[in-house]
C-alpha cells in the first residue's frame, strides 16, 4: 500500500514509517543527541574591532581629552560644553528636551548653563589609530606611485593565476 499513496506530506494518512527521503525504508536507526559540528576546526574568530570612547563636541566633533574642562569652552569651535545638547540626558522627543525632571525648561539649548544633572555624553566610536583601519594620508603620501603605470601593474596582479 506504500508505493500507491499519491502523496507523502506528512499528516496525510499518517503511519509510523521511517523513510530516507525518496519513499523507501530506512534500516539505520536515528541518532539521539545533538548533531555534531560540520566544522571540526571550531568556530571561527571575530575580527575585533577596537573602539575608543571619547566625549567631543556637539558642536564640531572634535574629540575632547578626557581631562577636559567642561565649564570651558570647546577649543576648535568655541562652543559652550556645559549645555543640554552636550549632555548624556538629552532627548529632544521628551518633555522640557530631558530624560530627567528638571523643574524648569532651559530654552537654549546651545548656550552655558548652570544645571545640576548635567553629565558629559561619551561616544564610542571605532579607533582611527589602529592599524586595521586602513592605509593613512601619512602613509599613502610616504609612498606615492612612481610612474603612471605603477598603479595599473599593482591592480593586474591582483588577478593573476
Known amino acids: ?52 570612547a571619547a566625549s567631543r563636541c556637539f558642536s564640531c566633533s572634535v574629540a575632547l581629552p578626557a581631562d577636559a574642562d567642561f565649564k570651558a569652552n570647546c577649543p576648535k569651535c568655541g562652543a559652550a560644553l556645559h549645555c543640554c545638547k552636550q549632555c548624556v540626558y538629552f532627548e529632544p522627543s521628551t518633555r522640557f528636551q530631558c530624560l530627567k525632571a528638571i523643574p524648569v525648561r532651559i530654552a537654549m539649548k546651545d548656550q552655558a548653563n548652570e544645571c545640576e544633572l548635567f553629565k558629559p555624553r561619551v561616544t564610542v566610536a571605532r579607533d582611527s589609530a589602529s592599524p586595521a583601519a586602513g592605509p593613512t594620508a601619512a602613509s599613502i603620501a610616504a609612498n606615492p606611485p612612481r610612474r603612471p603605470d605603477d598603479a595599473r601593474a599593482a591592480f593586474d596582479s591582483l588577478f593573476k593565476k
Open 1 to 52: 500500500m506504500d508505493s500507491d499513496r499519491k502523496y507523502r506530506q506528512h499528516g496525510y494518512q499518517d503511519s509510523p514509517r521511517e523513510s530516507n527521503g525518496n519513499g523507501q525504508k530506512s534500516d539505520k536507526p536515528r541518532q539521539s543527541g545533538p548533531r555534531p559540528s560540520l566544522d571540526i576546526t571550531g568556530p571561527r574568530l571575530p575580527r575585533m574591532v577596537q573602539t575608543v
